[in-house]
């Protein structure tokens, strides 16, 4: 044996004797791959041999290896260069090498030991072998697995998302061609059953019924049967990879459509006895209806047809967990399940269904399926988990109490009576990163990032559903139990990224986690820092301050600027909800000058989210008090972007900023600082008025006009953005005892009101009485517009803001 570790090359003959000794022989694996003499060897035959035999079984070697379940816990040599040797090897022998080739490949991207390969021969290969009618189930299925593994680490990557879709436009069309073979007596057989009619030509007309029908029969498969498919393997593969293809290209705003045949024989298959089968024909359907599908009467009808096979799938799999059997557990399953950029196991793809087809959460909130996710949260938490399968079943338990959570406070208040081991389970995630980031990162092993792998996506998981309870005022009001949850929360936040520590390991899906999972934590800070959350009370305003700067100012180093933008928006979002509040000393971080002047630039930033944020939060700073809006003023004048501007001051830099913004959001923003400005002093009431040009801006925007087939929620903006301007207007000319308040926080205590009768006041100036600002308004057209809006409009409160507005400019002008 010591001759063949390494000291003589390898010939055909010993690498026989080798592979037969490995086979069955774990003990045996461990001694040859001990050190990496052998490795290396096997390494520079696959490189340098042109015998195809001796490549086949050099190759069957190292797949003996990678797919040895011990050799993850040591430390991997890197197989990248492996792979791209077998895949070279198998261009010049595909008859001999082909499915080994493929099989070793599968193994090492679905196992995340290699990064993805974006090698041509290897697409073409894919291309060629999907598209053969005579390519084995098995062999179909690994084709899969690889191109779905290739697809998680593009569409994880915003820099690769080219990459993706260029895989995708390469395969989608042999895919579609091996779909048709396997489909068509299958809809053969699915149209006989269900159609008297004869002809195609009429076949419209059956589509349509059955799209709308949950009658279908069941469709089963036996093994004497010559008309279908005796095994489901290759059919149930290709449908996997054509719900991924649906999945990345919806998500990418990359719309297709499927024949109607395919569509209708899904219809049929999701009665068959196999699980599998129907579960990746309701994942076709999922992602098809939720991205590519137009017709809502359609998309209802598919969600309708799809959600109790799912929720039969899922409970079955829920239940069988719980009695501790081995259902549908084949490795194969979980590769197509979870490995790919769409999830596809049936409580994922009842997520996707809850997110855009609201109704599921009320299918699922009945018998006893929310105690059976419960339950097996609660056994899945009482350790902190190792194994990938529990890993990801935890993770979408999760995500589904998550939709359950996030609809309403019933079942915010359902899914509360349960307990859940928050504190164990995210504290020993901090542990973790903590294990990590001691160590240099060479040391780190595969074992050890695999585990800290798993844990970010469950630990994302769980602080979906913590925002999801952190929107429910009672919760916020009673949950001391999640006080040390949140402390946790903190300390992730405080960890540097694990990504930018191991900067020799690309990894875009891990990546991506830890910025979602710091995103979903600052979401749910923002909620917690609520002014009427108890958990405020455990959280030091000066502490929070400093754990946001980093992704204020952006100093992670292995983060894209897409992602960056991300945490930044998240991060505004706490401080804009820590200033929602009465208690002056947890907001006195936030007001300083220092994070003003932040604020002043981040307001000049070219994406509208960040700049809404900004705006936000220059709202609730100029709500607290006048003294507090003239200290804006103050600040900004002594600031860098004044500097910059050249602004002649505070209310000229919004003024350029509403002429220069046309998202509704940031306008409203911007709208609500001029409403407390113009609740101030009489002093920022003048200077409102003597801007005619800010005048014409503000009635510009309130005669802006959608189109009729525009949709709600842009519309529901428009509004919103028409309300601030009328709400300015109403301060403008307020008067006391004549109508209710009008200021932003609904605060009369800070409106600047004109006790005095026009008919004997000395004027201070132009627009110095509420009469004068009062006509000015009107000769703008502020009461003629007005008018029309409030008759037009069916939203009550910009009906009765608008009247007192008119009642205003009225009660002035007579």
Same mark, same amino acid.
């Given at each position: 044996?010591?001759?063949?570790?390494?000291?003589?090359?390898?010939?055909?003959?010993?690498?026989?004797?080798?592979?037969?000794?490995?086979?069955?022989?774990?003990?045996?694996?461990?001694?040859?791959?001990?050190?990496?003499?052998?490795?290396?060897?096997?390494?520079?035959?696959?490189?340098?041999?042109?015998?195809?035999?001796?490549?086949?079984?050099?190759?069957?070697?190292?797949?003996?290896?990678?797919?040895?379940?011990?050799?993850?816990?040591?430390?991997?040599?890197?197989?990248?260069?492996?792979?791209?040797?077998?895949?070279?090897?198998?261009?010049?022998?595909?008859?001999?090498?082909?499915?080994?080739?493929?099989?070793?490949?599968?193994?090492?991207?679905?196992?995340?030991?290699?990064?993805?390969?974006?090698?041509?021969?290897?697409?073409?290969?894919?291309?060629?072998?999907?598209?053969?009618?005579?390519?084995?189930?098995?062999?179909?299925?690994?084709?899969?697995?690889?191109?779905?593994?290739?697809?998680?680490?593009?569409?994880?990557?915003?820099?690769?998302?080219?990459?993706?879709?260029?895989?995708?436009?390469?395969?989608?069309?042999?895919?579609?061609?091996?779909?048709?073979?396997?489909?068509?007596?299958?809809?053969?057989?699915?149209?006989?059953? /269900?159609?008297?009619?004869?002809?195609?030509?009429?076949?419209?007309?059956?589509?349509?019924?059955?799209?709308?029908?949950?009658?279908?029969?069941?469709?089963?498969?036996?093994?004497?049967?010559?008309?279908?498919?005796?095994?489901?393997?290759?059919?149930?593969?290709?449908?996997?990879?054509?719900?991924?293809?649906?999945?990345?290209?919806?998500?990418?705003? %990359?719309?297709?459509?499927?024949?109607?045949?395919?569509?209708?024989?899904?219809?049929?298959?999701?009665?068959?006895?196999?699980?599998?089968?129907?579960?990746?024909?309701?994942?076709?359907?999922?992602?098809?209806?939720?991205?590519?599908?137009?017709?809502?009467?359609?998309?209802?009808?598919?969600?309708?047809?799809?959600?109790?096979?799912?929720?039969?799938?899922?409970?079955?799999?829920?239940?069988?967990?719980?009695?501790?059997?081995?259902?549908?557990?084949?490795?194969?399953?979980?590769?197509?399940?979870?490995?790919?950029?769409?999830?596809?196991?049936?409580?994922?793809?009842?997520?996707?269904?809850?997110?855009?087809?609201?109704?599921?959460?009320?299918?699922?909130?009945?018998?006893?399926?929310?105690?059976?996710?419960?339950?097996?949260?609660?056994?899945?938490?009482?350790?902190?988990?190792?194994?990938?399968?529990?890993? %990801?079943?935890?993770?979408?338990?999760?995500?589904?109490?998550?939709?359950?959570?996030?609809?309403?406070?019933?079942?915010?208040?359902?899914?509360?009576?349960?307990?859940?081991?928050?504190?164990?389970?995210?504290?020993?995630?901090?542990?973790?990163?903590?294990?990590?980031?001691?160590?240099?990162?060479?040391?780190?092993?595969?074992?050890?990032?695999?585990?800290?792998?798993?844990?970010?996506?469950?630990?994302?998981?769980?602080?979906?559903?913590?925002?999801?309870?952190?929107?429910?005022?009672?919760?916020?009001?009673?949950?001391?139990?999640?006080?040390?949850?949140?402390? /946790?929360?903190?300390?992730?936040?405080?960890?540097?990224?694990?990504?930018?520590?191991?900067?020799?390991?690309?990894?875009?899906?891990?990546?991506?986690?830890?910025?979602?999972?710091?995103?979903?934590?600052?979401?749910?800070?923002?909620?917690?820092?609520?002014?009427?959350?108890?958990?405020?009370?455990?959280?030091?305003?000066?502490?929070?301050?400093?754990?946001?700067?980093?992704?204020?100012?952006?100093?992670?180093?292995?983060?894209?600027?897409?992602?960056?933008?991300?945490?930044?928006?998240?991060?505004?979002?706490?401080?804009?909800?820590?200033?929602?509040?009465?208690?002056?000393?947890?907001?006195?971080?936030?007001?300083?000058?220092?994070?003003?002047?932040?604020?002043?630039?981040?307001?000049?930033?070219?994406?509208?989210?960040?700049?809404?944020?900004?705006?936000?939060?220059?709202?609730?700073?100029?709500?607290?008090?006048?003294?507090?809006?003239?200290?804006?003023?103050?600040?900004?004048?002594?600031?860098?972007?004044?500097?910059?501007?050249?602004?002649?001051?505070?209310?000229?830099?919004?003024?350029?900023?509403?002429?220069?913004?046309?998202?509704?959001?940031?306008?409203?923003?911007?709208?609500?600082?001029?409403?407390?400005?113009?609740?101030?002093?009489?002093? /920022?009431?003048?200077?409102?008025?003597?801007?005619?040009?800010?005048?014409?801006?503000?009635?510009?925007?309130?005669?802006?006009?959608?189109?009729?087939?525009?949709?709600?929620?842009?519309?529901?903006?428009?509004?919103?953005?028409?309300?601030?301007?009328?709400?300015?207007?109403?301060?403008?000319?307020?008067?006391?005892?004549?109508?209710?308040?009008?200021?932003?926080?609904?605060?009369?205590?800070?409106?600047?009101?004109?006790?005095?009768?026009?008919?004997?006041?000395?004027?201070?100036?132009?627009?110095?009485?509420?009469?004068?600002?009062?006509?000015?308004?009107?000769?703008?057209?502020?009461?003629?517009?007005?008018?029309?809006?409030?008759? /037009?409009?069916?939203?009550?409160?910009?009906?009765?803001?608008?009247?007192?507005?008119?009642?205003?400019?009225?009660? %002035?002008?007579?």
């Amino acid at each position: 044996m010591a001759d063949i570790k390494g000291k003589m090359p390898i010939t055909l003959e010993s690498a026989i004797k080798i592979k037969q000794s490995l086979l069955g022989n774990d003990e045996m694996k461990l001694k040859y791959f001990g050190d990496g003499t052998f490795f290396l060897e096997i390494l520079k035959t696959l490189h340098d041999s042109d015998d195809a035999m001796l490549l086949r079984e050099c190759s069957i070697i190292l797949y003996a290896y990678i797919n040895f379940s011990d050799a993850w816990k040591r430390d991997l040599p890197d197989l990248t260069k492996a792979a791209n040797t077998m895949i070279q090897n198998c261009k010049k022998c595909p008859d001999t090498l082909l499915e080994i080739t493929i099989l070793s490949i599968s193994k090492m991207l679905s196992s995340q030991v290699i990064p993805f390969l974006t090698i041509d021969d290897l697409i073409d290969t894919l291309q060629c072998t999907i598209a053969n009618e005579s390519s084995s189930e098995r062999l179909t299925a690994n084709c899969c697995i690889i191109l779905i593994s290739e697809l998680a680490q593009m569409d994880a990557d915003p820099k690769r998302n080219d990459l993706a879709i260029s895989l995708i436009s390469r395969l989608y069309r042999p895919i579609m061609q091996r779909l048709g073979d396997l489909i068509a007596p299958i809809f053969i057989r699915v149209l006989k059953q /269900n159609a008297t009619l004869s002809s195609l030509k009429e076949f419209d007309s059956i589509f349509e019924h059955a799209s709308l029908s949950n009658e279908l029969p069941a469709l089963l498969y036996k093994a004497s049967s010559t008309s279908v498919p005796n095994s489901t393997l290759a059919l149930t593969s290709l449908l996997n990879a054509m719900a991924q293809f649906l999945s990345v290209l919806g998500r990418h705003h %990359h719309i297709v459509s499927i024949p109607d045949t395919l569509t209708y024989t899904l219809y049929g298959l999701l009665r068959s006895s196999s699980f599998e089968l129907k579960q990746a024909a309701a994942a076709v359907i999922v992602y098809y209806s939720s991205y590519h599908l137009s017709n809502k009467h359609l998309i209802t009808a598919n969600f309708q047809k799809v959600i109790p096979v799912l929720m039969s799938i899922a409970r079955n799999d829920l239940l069988s967990r719980e009695q501790k059997e081995d259902f549908r557990s084949s490795m194969a399953r979980k590769k197509f399940e979870y490995n790919g950029p769409g999830r596809l196991s049936s409580l994922h793809l009842l997520v996707e269904c809850c997110e855009h087809y609201p109704a599921t959460v009320d299918k699922l909130v009945g018998l006893d399926f929310v105690d059976l996710l419960m339950l097996a949260v609660d056994k899945l938490t009482r350790d902190f988990i190792q194994d990938e399968d529990d890993a %990801h079943h935890l993770s979408d338990c999760l995500l589904l109490i998550s939709c359950i959570c996030a609809t309403d406070d019933v079942k915010r208040e359902l899914v509360s009576q349960y307990p859940i081991n928050w504190k164990k389970y995210i504290g020993s995630y901090v542990q973790l990163c903590r294990n990590i980031l001691n160590r240099n990162d060479i040391t780190v092993s595969f074992e050890l990032l695999s585990s800290f792998r798993l844990a970010t996506e469950t630990v994302l998981s769980f602080c979906y559903v913590i925002r999801s309870m952190s929107r429910s005022a009672a919760v916020l009001r009673t949950s001391f139990e999640l006080k040390d949850v949140v402390i /946790n929360m903190f300390e992730i936040l405080k960890q540097p990224f694990v990504m930018d520590f191991l900067s020799t390991i690309d990894d875009p899906v891990l990546s991506n986690n830890e910025v979602l999972l710091r995103s979903v934590i600052l979401g749910a800070i923002s909620n917690f820092a609520i002014g009427f959350s108890i958990i405020r009370e455990y959280m030091d305003s000066n502490s929070v301050q400093s754990a946001l700067q980093p992704y204020i100012n952006g100093t992670y180093r292995s983060i894209n600027s897409q992602d960056r933008t991300v945490l930044l928006v998240s991060a505004l979002q706490v401080i804009r909800n820590a200033l929602y509040s009465d208690d002056a000393k947890f907001r006195e971080p936030f007001v300083t000058k220092a994070s003003l002047e932040s604020v002043f630039k981040l307001c000049e930033h070219k994406d509208d989210r960040v700049k809404q944020q900004s705006f936000n939060i220059l709202r609730n700073v100029s709500a607290i008090s006048i003294a507090q809006a003239e200290k804006l003023n103050d600040i900004y004048m002594d600031s860098v972007p004044h500097e910059l501007s050249h602004d002649t001051d505070f209310l000229a830099f919004l003024h350029r900023h509403l002429d220069s913004t046309e998202d509704f959001d940031t306008l409203t923003a911007i709208c609500y600082i001029f409403v407390n400005f113009a609740s101030s002093t009489l002093d /920022n009431q003048r200077k409102i008025m003597a801007d005619e040009q800010l005048l014409k801006r503000l009635h510009e925007l309130l005669q802006i006009s959608l189109p009729s087939n525009s949709a709600k929620a842009e519309t529901i903006k428009l509004w919103n953005l028409k309300l601030s301007i009328v709400w300015i207007i109403t301060n403008l000319t307020w008067r006391q005892g004549t109508a209710g308040s009008s200021s932003d926080d609904d605060n009369d205590s800070s409106m600047d009101i004109d006790n005095t009768s026009s008919a004997t006041v000395t004027p201070l100036g132009p627009c110095s009485t509420a009469k004068e600002r009062a006509q000015k308004l009107i000769k703008f057209g502020f009461y003629d517009t007005i008018q029309v809006l409030s008759r /037009n409009c069916d939203i009550a409160d910009f009906r009765e803001r608008a009247r007192t507005a008119v009642f205003q400019l009225v009660y %002035h002008d007579e």
